[in-house]
Each structure stands twice: as structure tokens, then as C-alpha cells.
């Protein structure tokens, strides 16, 4: 699986991005599929994941209410909409995409392939 993220940007505090993830291949479906970023001197952090189904979403402490992610398994594509944007959330966002079990879903080394990133940046 091939994934190619997109949709980061400068925006404003308060204001909303949306990024999206287009997969290749046809066996999108089967993944579950999460979002991580990156900011600067940190580590990689978990941000939301769905099911392969999308009936089932999980997020981040800090995202919750502010972040939905989605996906349309009929056009291979992942979605994270951000909402309420800070400061702190400027990164670099990745997806990813696993077979690994729903338990596992939080953890980047569960995941077996990735997208380049994408740069979103917060400005006060």
C-alpha cells in the first residue's frame, strides 16, 4: 500500500484544516488506518485511527472534539478533519495504515506502511 497525504497548510489559531490520504491498491478496506505527527524535537505521536469498516475511531486525549477522522473506503481515501486548530498541533502529519489488532492501534511500531507527511502549522 502506497499512501499519499495531503492538505496541511498555514492557518490561523481557531481556525480548520483537512487532510486527507489517498491509498493505492485495492486493498484498502482491509487496513485500519491511523494519524500520527511529529513536531519539531519531539517524537512521533499517535492522533486518531479507524476501523476498517469506519464504524470504530479512536483519539487522542488532547484531539478529542476538535479532530474526526473518516474514511471512504470507495475512493481508498483516509480523512482528518481539524478543527479548533492551536498553537501546539503545528507538525508534520503522517498516515499509516495496519493490520496490527484494534488494541494495538495507538502505537506507531504497529503500523506497516506510511505516507510522506504533511506540514500544518498553527500561527497565534
Known amino acids: 500500500v502506497q499512501l499519499q497525504a495531503s492538505g496541511g497548510g498555514l492557518v490561523q489559531a481557531g481556525g480548520s484544516l483537512r487532510l486527507s490520504c489517498a491509498a493505492s491498491?485495492?486493498?484498502?478496506?482491509?487496513?485500519?488506518m491511523g494519524w500520527f505527527r511529529q513536531a519539531p524535537g519531539k517524537e512521533r505521536e499517535f492522533v486518531a485511527a479507524i476501523e476498517r469498516s469506519g464504524t470504530t475511531t479512536s483519539y487522542a486525549d488532547s484531539m478529542k472534539g476538535r479532530f474526526t477522522i473518516s474514511r471512504d473506503n470507495a475512493k481508498n481515501t483516509v480523512y482528518l478533519q481539524m478543527n479548533n486548530l492551536k498553537p501546539e498541533d503545528t507538525a508534520v502529519y503522517y498516515c499509516?495504515?495496519?493490520?496490527?489488532?484494534?488494541?494495538?492501534?495507538?502505537?506507531?511500531?504497529?503500523?506497516?506502511?506510511w505516507g510522506q507527511g504533511t506540514l500544518v502549522t498553527v500561527s497565534s
Open positions: 499509516a495504515a495496519t493490520k496490527t489488532i484494534w488494541g494495538l492501534i495507538k502505537n506507531l511500531h504497529a503500523y506497516d506502511y
Open positions: 491498491g485495492r486493498t484498502f478496506s482491509s487496513y485500519r
